[in-house]
């Protein structure tokens, strides 16, 4: 069964930095590719970035390009989201989730969802 | 970046009833199109694929369709478990952008 359990939420003030978890189970961790994808309350998802199986391709929405980053230890089975420079604006709920497949392509889908972690940004 | 737009944002429907929500991108993305439901308080799950494959275990009352920029997804019979909020996602170009969501209500 595959497993996604993210961790590293919290409350930040503006300017600081948090860094999210995800660690996956009941799969090849390396062979898959994954992405985080966020959800601010009562309002839609937002994608954010992804990552390929073997962290060769690393992709960004422009909302946090130069401020998050993304990685993964394929040792460890865990999937990171680095966030900088942290705004209001960047409060939600992070969700990481399983790609269909190795590289971050065309056609992807997101198959499989943790219950994400939640992050608060306020001064 | 590639705007996703669904209509309607709500929509208020009964037991039974056939429901269409609508999705439009802002340039041709050919069939990369993904569908996810999402129920309160629950992460979102994958429905539809490619536009119109269904996600295994997907029931087949729920079915999706259209190419380049106008995509459908269909409900056919609406059961109780079916309200909820759904979404499309373009996988054509990274940002893999979604629109803002279809809040589909009991009547």
């Known amino acids: 069964e595959v497993q996604l359990v993210e961790s590293g939420g919290g409350l930040a003030q503006p300017g600081e930095s948090l860094r999210l978890s995800c660690v996956a189970s009941g799969f090849t961790f390396s062979n898959y590719a994954m992405a985080w994808v966020r959800q601010a309350p009562g309002k839609g998802l937002e994608w954010v970035s992804g990552i390929s199986g073997g962290a060769i391709g690393i992709y960004y929405a422009d909302s946090v390009e130069g401020r998050f980053t993304v990685s993964r230890d394929n040792s460890k089975n865990t999937l990171y989201l680095q966030m900088n420079s942290l705004r209001v604006d960047d409060t939600a709920l992070y969700y990481c989730a399983k790609v269909d497949r190795l590289p971050f392509t065309r056609g992807i889908t997101l198959e499989y969802w943790g219950q994400g972690s939640l992050v608060s940004v306020s001064s | 970046d590639i705007q996703m737009t669904q209509s309607p944002s709500s929509l208020s429907a009964s037991v039974g009833d056939r429901v269409t929500i609508s999705c439009r991108a802002s340039q041709n993305i050919i069939n990369y199109l993904n569908w996810y439901q999402q129920k309160p308080g629950k992460a979102p799950t994958l429905l539809i694929y490619?536009?119109?494959s269904f996600q295994s275990g997907v029931p087949s009352r729920f079915s999706g369709s259209g190419s380049g920029t106008d995509f459908t997804l269909t409900i056919n019979s609406l059961h109780p478990e079916d309200f909820a909020t759904y979404f499309c996602q373009q996988t054509y170009i990274t940002p893999h952008t979604f629109g803002q969501g279809t809040k589909l209500e009991i009547k």
């Open positions: 490619a536009a119109s």
